[in-house]
T-cell receptor, first 108, second 113 residues
Framework: TQLLEQSPQFLSIQEGENLTVYCNSS?????LQWYRQEPGEGPVLLVT?????EVKKLKRLTFQFGDARKDSSLHITAAQPGDTGLYLC????????FGAGTRLTVKP | KAGVTQTPRYLIKTRGQQVTLSCSPI?????VSWYQQTPGQGLQFLFE???????NKGNFPGRFSGRQFSNSRSEMNVSTLELGDSALYLC????????????FGPGTRLTVT
């Protein structure tokens, strides 16, 4: 059972388009992380959000933590082929719980 | 600073055998966690070690075990391998347990035939 539900599961878009990925849970987390994973490699940490309502920007990526600290979103502006990968959210509770991921493909 | 290293990167075993995977954390990191990643189940937590002690364990059978050495390096062992154990096994290190800043290694791809 996934404590963290990610949507959509798959996303295929053209270069230059915007997109939003969602991570939802019924549980409250002390922090939430977003990772990106490429084939054959381990996940790479993108950002950590800790405070309810927090918004963090990393170049074209905007991360938001819900006010109740149960959900988060990742918005990518003007997606590029280099953004292609599996995006995972993870919540810190008694241990780290991961969502199933959103597989993003950005076509040139 | 060198990242998390895992050896071997690829491994093929047959059912019934056992396997040992190794993980060297980032220098200074004392906590090591292990995860199993499969297409069907995603990333699932196996266990976490800190200062040579297992601090937390996921919902896996006793065939899965691990340990941590005084230099923080960690190994995990899977005995009596089953076909369903085929997966990418990931190790992540962090300064302290249950911290949110985990850094992953490239993983060991285990195939059980």
């Amino acid at each position: 059972t996934q404590l963290l539900e990610q949507s959509p599961q798959f996303l295929s878009i053209q270069e230059g388009e915007n997109l939003t990925v969602y991570c939802n849970s019924s549980s409250v987390f002390s922090s939430l992380q977003w990772y990106r994973q490429e084939p054959g490699e381990g996940p790479v940490l993108l950002v950590t959000v800790v405070t309810g309502g927090e918004v963090k920007k990393l170049k074209r990526l905007t991360f938001q933590f819900g006010d109740a600290r149960k959900d988060s979103s990742l918005h990518i502006t003007a997606a590029q082929p280099g953004d292609t990968g599996l995006y995972l959210c993870a919540g810190a509770a008694n241990d780290m719980r991961f969502g199933a991921g959103t597989r993003l493909t950005v076509k040139p | 600073k060198a990242g998390v290293t895992q050896t071997p990167r690829y491994l093929i075993k047959t059912r019934g055998q056992q396997v040992t995977l190794s993980c060297s954390p980032i220098s200074g990191h004392r906590s090591v966690s292990w995860y199993q990643q499969t297409p069907g189940q995603g990333l699932q937590f196996l266990f976490e070690y800190f200062s040579e002690t297992q601090r937390n364990k996921g919902n896996f059978p006793g065939r899965f075990s691990g340990r941590q050495f005084s230099n923080s390096r960690s190994e995990m062992n899977v005995s009596t391998l089953e076909l369903g154990d085929s997966a990418l096994y990931l190790c992540a290190s962090s300064l302290y347990p249950r911290t949110y800043e985990q850094y992953f290694g490239p993983g060991t791809r285990l195939t059980v035939t």
